[in-house]
């Protein structure tokens, strides 16, 4: 459904408050030989399990942005995983040195995907994550990330794409999707083609897959990111209407998915 809108083992390094009840730790686990350094956060005055959310980051790398992310939704009663997807908490500058980055994991489809459920594996694993309500939410490269996780199969419940790229799934992925996928796009995003809009909603359709493509009238790319205007790329522009909806319309799909 388009909508236009007008606007495995985990070791502790540090532990640390976030604020009243929100707690955070630094984690590192392994995906092969390569160690990758994520960041937990989840509300301690809460008791039991609770739904998990996978965090997958921009090309940029797991940077504040994608930690806050983990924080704001340990603050709405997840516990939630940033993900490391370039091993060693390796981040970038640069958009050249990023896209090379995000360009080497991308370039191995299922090892990026096992790296991926490396992370959701390390989120499941923890007492206070609820395995059977899970979700993934990406930004950018993190975006993809999360739809090549619902391509895969992952068991999750839902998978969430904020100004992502769109792989084209092939029928045989879309069969094997579990995930309700709700896509937020921004509708003056230069960097995503009009054929790859197309080709990610035709493969969709085809399979009739659950999903949800919201475009957001004059966002441009990076629109949820709030100092996306630093890089000085016209192509990249916070748009805080895009931003706050498209929060919106995760927490309406985890109400409806994980039903906290």
């Known amino acids: 459904m388009l909508r236009i809108l007008s606007l495995f083992t985990c070791v502790i390094v540090s532990s640390t408050a976030v604020h009243a009840g929100v707690q955070s730790k630094k984690m590192t686990y392994k995906h092969g030989d390569v160690d990758c350094h994520g960041f937990l956060a989840w509300d301690d005055s809460i008791d039991g399990a609770r739904p998990g959310v996978l965090v997958v980051h921009e090309w940029w790398g797991l940077n504040d942005y994608a930690r806050s992310r983990a924080e704001q939704l340990a603050e709405l009663g997840y516990i939630a995983l940033a993900a490391d997807m370039y091993g060693e908490g390796k981040t970038a ?10 360009g080497k994991v991308r370039a191995n489809v299922a090892d990026w995907r096992k790296r991926a459920t490396a992370a959701l594996d390390v989120l499941k694993s923890h007492p206070q994550c609820d395995k059977t309500r899970l979700a993934v939410i990406g930004y950018c490269f993190g975006g993809s990330t999360a739809l090549q996780l619902a391509f895969s199969g ?73 100092d996306a205007d630093k890089h000085n790329n016209p192509g990249m522009k916070y748009d805080k209407a895009a931003d706050e909806g498209s929060w919106k319309e995760m927490q309406a799909l985890f109400r409806q998915t994980l039903k906290k």
């Open 154 to 226: 992952a068991d999750i419940k839902a998978a969430v794409s904020f100004h992502g790229s769109l792989p084209t799934p092939t029928d045989a992925e879309v069969k094997q999707i579990k995930a309700r996928i709700l896509v937020c796009h921004g509708a003056d995003d230069s960097f995503i083609p009009d054929a790859s809009i197309k080709a990610f909603r035709d493969a969709l359709d085809k399979g009739d897959a659950k999903y949800d493509f919201i475009s957001y009238r004059g966002a441009k790319h990076s629109f949820t990111v709030p």
């Open 93 to 102: 500058a640069h958009p050249q040195e990023a896209g090379q980055m995000a």
